[in-house]
């Protein structure tokens, strides 16, 4: 009965992770000519609370249904589910790397910067591929396009990496407290 109550809880938690993502994905904030939100933040606090293929999993289910109910190709919606799902596994990766939940706030900080890097690797390949070989544009406006989406996306990235720590050690004791099979050894 055990196995079966862990199941529950990640299939429990992956889905709220899911729609946490999905909902902060629709508040946004205008900074410096982009466009905030706090929605890699939840992707990455996914990869530090689930490891990384159940966070990947919710990051990648959260942020393809946002693309999805936004009317999105299912292209792009299987692009998002990838990029997403590898910025919380890379976080993931890192924070359990030892086998056990990292405690200290710099290793969920590093965390945090190399998934959120690897979201940004992964957005600008997707946008060189589709200017470049999907619309033909030549190769000095895929640079200036590139460049356009390179400021935003780290300013996003760096609001993810200010963020998901915080929240990260913020909901750790209450989860502890609760004391699901999911918690016992972070």
Same mark, same amino acid.
């Not at 900080?109 to 591929?129: H, N, Q």
């Not at 200017?131 to 033909?136: A, D, S």
């Given at each position: 009965? $055990? ?7 990640? &299939?429990?938690?992956?889905?709220v ?12 904030f205008?900074l410096l000519?982009? +466009?905030?939100?706090f %929605?890699n933040?939840?992707?990455? @606090? ?10 990947? @999993?919710?990051?990648?289910?959260g942020?393809a249904?946002y ?14 589910f &990838?990029?997403?799902? %590898? ?5 993931g $990766?890192?924070m359990?790397?030892?086998? +056990? ?5 710099d ?23 589709y ?6 544009y030549?190769?000095d ?7 356009? +989406? ?17 929240f ?15 918690w016992?050894?972070?």
């Open positions: 009965m $055990k196995a079966k109550s862990s199941k529950i809880y990640d &299939v429990v938690f992956v889905g992770l899911a729609a946490m993502v999905y909902v902060v994905t629709l508040f946004r205008p000519g982009s +466009k905030v939100h %929605a933040a939840v992707c990455l @606090l996914g990869g530090m609370l689930l490891g990384p293929t159940l966070g990947g @999993l919710a990051a990648g289910l942020s249904l693309d999805a109910f936004a009317g999105y190709d299912f292209i792009n919606v299987m692009i998002t &990838v990029s997403k799902f %590898a910025m919380a596994w890379v976080c $990766k890192m359990f790397a030892s086998g +056990k939940r990292h405690l200290r706030f290793r969920t900080a590093l965390s945090a910067v190399a998934g959120a890097l690897t979201y940004v690797a992964l957005y600008m390949l997707k946008t060189y591929i200017n470049r070989f999907v619309y033909g030549p190769l406006a895929v640079g200036v396009t590139m460049m356009s +989406k390179f400021i935003p996306s780290l300013i996003n990235a760096g609001a993810a990496v200010v963020a998901a720590p915080i990260y050690h913020a909901v750790k004791p209450a989860l502890m407290k609760a004391g699901g099979p999911m016992k050894n972070i």
